[in-house]
């Protein structure tokens, strides 16, 4: 096949995803191409890590780059779409998105479209393509019922500075979430994530996982819930909703960890405050995603203190 027929996807592999076989990795992070397509891709020499050919069972390791070389007649394109996004900073290489609640960050098999991807290509052409096609200036993610605050690169310069800030746990994160259950006293959750071993499409703490810290600190409380503030010094996809659940106190409307709340639209857990090092100047960034207004709501209608700033933070 011609090389202009072809796509080329560039991943960088992180921490959640290290110690997997090569072919399970690309599975997972190209969701429209299935296991045995990817091995067929591998066994003619269409996939390299670190720059060297492997097999189907090669296991990959944090901080690997690999290479996917796929047929353009396969790679969805993602159209950019004109989605109103709510903008907390911008400059030449970086910018923080409040993400609103019901969105997916990037396209999938079967939602190529209404994401912030997709958002973010309508309002920014130049984004680093150290993810691949489908997740352009994506480094980091949330769910697609969290809200909050997000960071966008621009180009790869910057992605690579901001993954590695990750990777080092420097970047600040503060989390609100209204949990079930009266929190007593604030604390530390110190227990490994994994996949589970029942369900591979969720997470679980298990002897077995990665290491995984949240730091969570009661804001306000009544008999049946709590607001707390978690600052994250790990992570691990969805560490908040399985340590808080791990504990006894699931997120409010947390489907997958918890209970669903009528009315409401999975999981009540807002990204507020991102802290970053800018990649070329060097200077501090702080942002903060206000509290959106379903949050509000609730905590009013769970009789909940909805405090000031200066005591969150």
Same mark, same amino acid.
């Given at each position: ?34 296991? +045995?397509? #990817? ?5 003619? !020499?269409? $996939?390299?890590?670190?720059? %060297? *050919? ?73 984004? +680093?393509? #150290? ?5 352009? !200036?994506? $480094?980091?993610?949330?769910? %697609? *019922? ?73 804001? +306000? ?93």
């Amino acid at each position: 096949m011609k090389n202009e027929e072809m796509e080329n996807y560039s991943l960088i592999v992180d921490a959640d995803d290290a110690d997997e076989r090569i072919d399970k990795y690309l599975a997972g992070q190209l969701e429209e191409l299935s296991r +045995s397509y #990817i091995q067929k891709i591998i066994d003619n !020499g269409g $996939v390299t890590v670190n720059s %060297k *050919n492997v097999k189907a069972r090669t296991i990959v390791r944090e901080g690997d780059s690999v290479e996917l070389l796929i047929s353009k007649a396969v790679a969805p394109e993602i159209a950019a779409e004109n989605i109103p996004l709510e903008i907390l900073y911008e400059d030449e290489d970086i910018l923080v998105v409040n993400k609103p609640k019901n969105m997916v960050v990037h396209p999938a098999a079967g939602h190529y479209s209404g994401t912030l991807v997709n958002a973010l290509l309508y309002h920014c052409r130049d984004l +680093s393509g #150290i993810n691949g096609v489908m997740r352009p !200036g994506i $480094v980091h993610r949330i769910d %697609k *019922n969290t809200t909050g605050s997000l960071l966008v690169c621009k180009n790869d310069f910057a992605h690579r500075s901001i993954a590695e800030q990750l990777k080092e746990h420097s970047i600040k994160r503060r989390y609100l979430a209204i949990v079930e259950g009266k929190v007593k006293e604030d604390g530390v959750i110190d227990k490994a994530i994994g996949r589970s071993s029942k369900d591979r499409k969720k997470m679980a703490v298990t002897v077995n996982g990665k290491n995984a810290v949240t730091h969570f600190r009661v804001i +306000s409380s009544t008999d049946k819930f709590s607001f707390v503030e978690c600052r994250l010094e790990t992570g691990r996809t969805h560490q908040i909703r399985v340590h808080m659940a791990s504990i006894g106190h699931p997120v409010v409307g947390d489907e997958v960890y918890g209970h669903p709340v009528k009315g409401l639209e999975g999981q009540t857990l807002h990204a507020r405050i991102l802290g970053f090092i800018q990649p070329h100047t060097g200077e501090y960034i702080e942002t903060e995603a206000p509290i959106p207004e379903y949050f509000s709501s609730l905590l009013a209608k769970y009789g909940l203190k909805n405090p000031t700033e200066s005591n969150l933070q």
